[in-house]
């Protein structure tokens, strides 16, 4: 059951990225960061789950341009 599970966030993230009535992304790049062994259907749980959040407004923006504040 959980294969079924994974494979159906794996189908769910390829839609909300690459269809064109949706995010419509032509370029992503990801990395896994310190967990090397991560799966494609790992790798599509998190897609997901970042843009629910995103949708949600369940988000800190974080201005990369702008110089920290000093402490």
């Known amino acids: 059951m959980?294969?079924?599970i994974m494979g159906q966030q794996?189908?769910?993230a390829k839609k909300r990225l690459f269809d064109k009535d949706?995010?419509?992304v032509t370029n992503i790049k990801l990395f896994p960061g310190s967990n090397r062994d991560a799966t494609a259907d790992q790798f599509a749980d998190q897609i997901n789950k970042s843009i629910s959040q995103?949708?949600?407004g369940d988000f800190v923006e974080v201005d990369l341009d702008s110089e920290p504040e000093p402490k």
């Open 22 to 24: 949706s995010l419509a």
């Open 10 to 12: 794996l189908e769910l």
């Open 54 to 56: 995103i949708e949600s």
């Open 2 to 4: 959980k294969e079924k």
